[in-house]
């Protein structure tokens, strides 16, 4: 199993809906959670970040942590074209290391 | 607060040769990474120093990959000789202090090896 996991996509929403990015961890000691957006030939920029169960929002972005599952999720609602990018999520390992899943390409329709 | 620099921003070199890649961190930020972006991936952490010392090189191919980080602030990372498969671009984050901090990322180098 890979350490963080990702469906690549892309994810096709059209614009105004709500956008539902999944990831899921191996490392059932991971204490926090980092959400980073990467517009193509840019650098990943963070998002979202969360250290505790349930949901933390900000702004349009809520991100969903379940640490049972191991799962967190990322939600974007009232989607807009300028959030047309590639979603990282990113777990530290054991030994504090960040790892990145895949990544998820989102695609907002006007 | 000025971000992570960079330099090149992006170089092309033939295979076998040799390649430099520099970064300025944040003022202040104790830990640097280096990372390794191939097309369609996510980021794969190469190097990680604390200060001037190394905490993590399990995933850098020490047979053509170094880096080092002269007096805990810059540092280069350099590959020699070079594949093929090395053309990415590559990352350089820095974060406070380390584990379970944020990172922020520079803009990357883009290498392509011909």
């Known amino acids: 199993q890979k350490e963080v996991e990702q469906n690549s996509g892309p994810l096709s929403v059209p614009e105004g809906a709500i956008a539902s990015l999944n990831c899921t961890y191996s490392?059932?000691?991971?204490?926090?959670f980092f959400w980073y957006r990467q517009y193509s030939g840019k650098s990943p920029e963070l998002i979202m970040f969360i250290y505790s169960n349930g949901d933390k929002e900000d702004g349009r972005f809520t991100a969903q942590l379940n640490k049972a599952s191991q799962y967190v999720s990322l939600l974007i609602r009232d989607s807009q074209p300028s959030d047309s990018a590639t979603y990282l999520c990113?777990?530290?390992?054991?030994?504090?290391?960040?790892?990145f899943g895949q990544g998820t390409e989102l695609s907002v329709k006007p | 607060e000025a971000g992570v620099a960079q330099s090149p921003r992006y170089k092309i070199i033939e295979k076998r040769q040799s390649v430099a890649f520099w970064c300025n961190p944040i003022s202040g930020h104790a830990t640097l990474y280096w990372y390794q972006q191939i097309l369609g991936q996510g980021p794969k952490l190469l190097i990680q120093?604390?200060?001037?010392?190394?905490?993590?090189d399990s995933q850098l191919p020490k047979d053509r990959f170094s880096a080092e980080r002269l007096k805990g602030v810059d540092s280069t990372l350099k590959i020699q000789p070079a594949k093929l498969e090395d053309s990415a671009v590559y990352l350089c984050a820095s974060s406070p202090t380390g584990n379970n901090s944020p990172l922020h990322f520079g803009n990357g180098t883009r290498l392509t090896v011909t």
């Open positions: 120093f604390q200060n001037n010392g190394v905490v993590d």
């Open positions: 990113a777990v530290p390992n054991q030994g504090g290391k960040l790892i």
């Open positions: 490392d059932r000691g991971s204490q926090s």
